[in-house]
């Protein structure tokens, strides 16, 4: 770290405690406040690496509100560093407006690499991972059935996002669309001790989930249109 206060995105684990480099916990042990998306959840990993930096919150409720006074907090002098509950700030969690606006006022950033799951769980899919898109969570009404039409038509493998609440919806609504017999990949609990990867049609998969009661998020790889 430099002595000149700055802005520091700090991937986070998103299973396995472990899964933290030491870079990180030296930069969030030496900033002067961490901006969190669930404060409570934050401080249970920072208590378990002896963490003892100011904590507050900062998610897709508040950013708006507060981005104005956290970009003022580093002009005048603190070093930052913006966390989320798991994973690399931005990518599908809260950190772009902080970011821009930060560039906006010429702040130093510097963004640490880290956890993120979709990267381990396109690796482990057996499917194309030279070129890629990345999706994140499919829009929940609106441009639903158009974003899974363009999938269909993808001609690299195509990755998502989803929640256990949603995930028989989203299969049978990717049966519906892009058909049943499409290969995917899936993957569960990533880095944690219930970690699992199911490689199959969507078919298969509406099969595999129809019959079981799911925790944890889900990475979906859908392979490349033929």
């Known amino acids: 770290m430099t002595n000149d206060p700055q802005l520091y995105i700090v991937p986070t684990p998103i299973g396995n405690l472990k899964d933290i480099t ?10 002067d406040i961490i901006l969190a998306e669930d404060t409570r959840h934050a401080k249970k990993l920072l208590k378990h690496y002896n963490i003892l930096t ?12 507060r981005v104005d006074e956290y970009v003022q ?15 690399t700030p931005c990518i599908s969690d809260p ?9 906006k006022s010429n702040i130093i950033i510097t963004c640490l690499p880290g956890p993120t799951a979709f990267v381990p769980a396109l690796v482990m899919s057996g499917l194309p991972s030279d070129s890629f898109i990345f999706e994140g969570f499919l829009p929940r009404k609106k ?3 158009s974003k899974l039409y363009e999938i269909s038509q993808n001609t690299k493998t195509t990755i998502l996002y989803e929640s256990p609440f949603r995930i028989i919806k989203t299969l049978s609504d990717m049966k519906e669309t892009i058909g049943s017999d499409r290969k995917i990949a899936i993957v569960r609990e990533i880095s944690k001790i219930y970690e699992e990867v199911f490689r199959g049609t969507i078919e298969e998969a509406i099969l595999e989930y129809n019959e079981r009661t799911m925790k944890g998020e889900f990475v979906i790889c859908i392979d490349k249109a033929s």
């Open 73 to 87: 907090m580093i002009i005048n002098g603190n070093t930052v560093s913006l966390i989320t509950d798991a994973g």
């Open 95 to 103: 950190g772009f407006l902080l970011i821009r606006e930060a560039i």
């Open 54 to 65: 100011k904590v507050n919150s900062y998610h897709l409720n508040n950013e708006h509100k």
């Open 22 to 31: 030491l870079r990180a916990v030296e930069t969030l042990k030496n900033s």
């Open 143 to 145: 441009g639903r059935k």
